[in-house]
């Protein structure tokens, strides 16, 4: 008689157990460069839309031309989808009064969800910012009743000189209207666990959603470790190591890892997931058809 593995039916109760538990998934996207990468894009958004998301999120440059395309992106795609769609929005290189007016033109036009952001300047020489991600809080809430996420970070923000300076600046963030954290991409679970436990102690009491980064070129995680403080931990190095050209193993592998670490959370209490997606529905969709999310 046949018999189904324990692996599959861990899976399967775990499936349940999020339909049970109403457990979500949310997904950003980046504005398209060019016409081939947005044909492919539409598809992954029409895609990604079936599983029903908390929301959509649309990355943002610092530069003009960037900033119409999130815009743009941000409008189409919940005109298209009718899902709750948030605009990233950074204050780097910008006035108060233009990010005055980029509000209104959001909020006239249905997007009533912003992810509230520093930013980073292109030129690092001598720049000293003028505005933080706390000071866009503050602008957005005078505009309008906008839903706000801000970032927050399970190994510390790059700049930051230690854990508490970083508490002490997302509590600010809280303060000032956020509604909502989303988490730099970890792989070391603890450290997550670690972030929110702190969180609690400092009263910041909102929704600390976890982003997740499904590994799709191993190569590619690494630079994006580069230029953040996200530790890659040994054992994926020990797992991906002699694998540079599979890219399909890698990313059989990347889904594995991202179904185990969602199953984890989920047991921790964790609610709602934000996913990187890159532009790429495939793995994250199966990620979130076999958990049920």
């Not at 108060?96 to 980029?102: C, M, R, V």
Request: glycine share 4%; hydrophobic share 35%; with cysteine.
């Amino acid at each position: 008689m046949y018999r189904i593995s324990e692996y599959y039916k861990d899976i399967v109760q775990q499936k349940k157990e999020n339909i049970r538990n109403f457990s979500k998934c949310s997904f950003e996207f980046y504005p398209p460069k060019n016409l081939i990468l947005e044909n492919t894009f539409w598809p992954t958004v029409e895609k990604l839309s079936k599983l029903k998301p908390n929301f959509f999120s649309v990355t943002y440059g610092a530069n003009s031309g960037e900033r119409e395309k999130t815009y743009h992106f941000a409008k189409t795609i919940y005109e298209q989808t009718g899902i709750t769609t948030a605009a990233h929005l950074t204050c780097v290189n910008s006035t108060p009064d233009e990010l005055k007016e980029i509000a209104k033109k959001y909020w006239e036009n249905g997007i009533k969800s912003i992810v509230a952001l520093r930013g980073d300047t292109l030129n690092k020489n001598n720049f000293e910012h003028k505005m933080y991600a706390v000071d866009l809080v503050l602008l957005l809430k005078k505009i309008a009743n906008f839903n706000i996420l801000v970032a927050g970070y399970p190994e510390m923000h790059p700049e930051s000189k230690n854990s508490e300076f970083d508490i002490i600046h997302l509590r600010k963030k809280v303060d000032a209207g956020a509604n909502k954290i989303i988490t730099q991409f970890f792989f070391t679970i603890e450290n997550y666990l670690r972030f929110r436990d702190n969180c609690i102690k400092n009263n910041i009491n909102v929704e600390i959603i976890p982003g997740i980064l499904p590994i799709y070129n191993f190569n590619q995680l690494q630079r994006f470790s580069s230029i953040t403080n996200v530790k890659i931990p040994d054992w994926l190095f020990q797992i991906f190591n002699g694998l540079d050209n599979d890219l399909i193993t890698q990313k059989n592998i990347g889904s594995s890892i991202v179904i185990d670490m969602v199953k984890i959370l989920s047991r921790e209490g964790v609610k709602n997931f934000h996913f990187y997606t890159l532009n790429q529905s495939d793995t994250v969709y199966t990620v979130c058809h076999v958990l049920g999310l």
